[in-house]
């Protein structure tokens, strides 16, 4: 996949101000778990928070979503990874890391919380 398509993606849904951007893509050949965190200010905000504060509709949030897995999942099937991070900040600067190490029965709370501590520095 081109790495610049979830930029386009996930573009549309970032507030003005928005300084830095974490995607968590977790997904397999039947579905799919994302999330973000946008750092606006010096403070990430979860994406579900933009709703209340930025009026970003869940219907969008939805559509964006099911765009990214639609273009995410060939790759993640022919490269096997369990979580990718996409990590992109307001210059266009971005890169992304994957983990293919943690089985997915193991990608729990306690998981997404290491991912935080790790990303959302």
Same mark, same amino acid.
């Given at each position: &996949? ?6 386009? @993606? ?10 830095? +951007? ?15 965190? +946008? ?21 969008? &949030? ?9 273009? &995410?999942?060939?790759?993640? @099937? ?9 990590? &992109? ?33």
């Amino acid at each position: &996949m081109e790495f610049k398509k979830i930029a386009e @993606i996930l573009g549309p849904l970032l507030p003005k101000g928005w300084e830095d +951007v974490r995607l968590y893509a977790q997904l397999d050949k039947s579905s799919y778990e994302y999330f973000f965190y +946008v750092k606006i200010d010096g403070e990430y905000i979860q994406n579900f928070e933009l709703e209340k504060l930025y009026k970003i509709s869940r219907k969008e &949030m939805r559509s964006s979503f099911k765009n990214l897995y639609a273009n &995410m999942k060939d790759f993640q @099937i022919s490269d096997n990874w369990k979580v990718a991070t996409f990590s &992109m900040d307001s210059k266009g600067d971005f890169k992304i890391t994957y983990d293919y190490d943690t089985p997915t029965e193991l990608i729990n709370i306690e998981y997404k919380n290491k991912w935080k501590t790790k990303y959302l520095k």
